[in-house]
């Protein structure tokens, strides 16, 4: 069955999600991180129970678990790309932009998950292996992003950050080509049973370790104008803190 989301905005999820609490343990497998309880209100794909970074050498494993089955749900296919809607697993961080390659101070690093069928922003990778590298828009891939707050979204909702027509930001070399802060690096994410995870290289994992993060599963959706703000944060469906205050420990 797929999942239809509901018109909400970010701080109207806040206000009623705020049911996560940092120690709550519910499985020995998942120690550590920010540990939620289950949600009923929430559909189990999305219903975050445990989010947690390690680090190991030079690599990152951003993990987090549901109370279903990650991954079972996906929007539906509308046949355009505005108006379209985008499911997505993200960790929200306290590095600064600049770590990945946008410019520094210019929104909230976060680790996204997604899958949206109506688009492919993975030009350099085909996911599902058919040849063809513009049609994986529904396989689960990673992407960092940038977020900003923007009014235009709904009261307290973020956005993807917009990229002003006429300037020339700092991107990474996997940008993949539209007009919002938002990488391709090809990390392939785990999907499977209760958890989505990825494993992410850095140069210098100090400044992983040193990080906060939170866990966020939220629909974004692209403006039916296709214009700035080109993709809004439309729903949360469950933050892990329940304030997204960012705090989860990197190795704790």
Not at 56 to 65: D, I, K, R, T, W
Request: hydrophobic share 40%; net charge negative.
């Amino acid at each position: 069955m797929t999942y239809k989301p509901q018109t909400r905005t970010l701080a109207a999820a806040m206000a009623c999600l705020c049911m996560a609490q940092v120690g709550f343990a519910h499985d020995d497998a998942h120690t550590g991180g920010i540990q939620s309880k289950p949600a009923a209100a929430v559909k189990a794909p999305y219903d975050i129970v445990h989010t947690k970074i390690t680090t190991e050498g030079n690599v990152a494993l951003f993990h987090m678990a549901v109370s279903g089955k990650a991954g079972t749900s996906k929007p539906t296919k509308t046949g355009k790309l505005a108006g379209s809607t985008v499911f997505s697993y993200v960790w929200p961080t306290s590095m600064d932009p600049s770590v990945v390659g946008f410019d520094a101070k210019s929104g909230i690093l976060a680790l996204a998950v997604t899958s949206h069928p109506d688009f492919d922003d993975t030009p350099l990778f085909d996911e599902n292996g058919d040849g063809n590298a513009t049609n994986d828009g529904p396989v689960w891939h990673s992407h960092w992003v940038v977020l900003q707050p923007d009014e235009a979204c709904g009261k307290g909702a973020l956005k993807v950050a917009d990229i002003p027509q006429g300037t020339q930001p700092k991107l990474p070399k996997t940008w993949p080509g539209l007009p919002i802060l938002l990488d391709s690096p090809g990390w392939s994410p785990s999907v499977q049973g209760g958890t989505v995870e990825v494993r992410v290289p850095f140069e210098d994992i100090g400044v992983v370790n040193a990080a906060g993060f939170d866990g966020v599963t939220a629909a974004l959706r692209v403006n039916a104008n296709i214009h700035s703000p080109l993709l809004c944060v439309a729903q949360v469906f469950k933050l892990a803190s329940g304030d997204l205050s960012l705090p989860g420990k990197v190795n704790q």
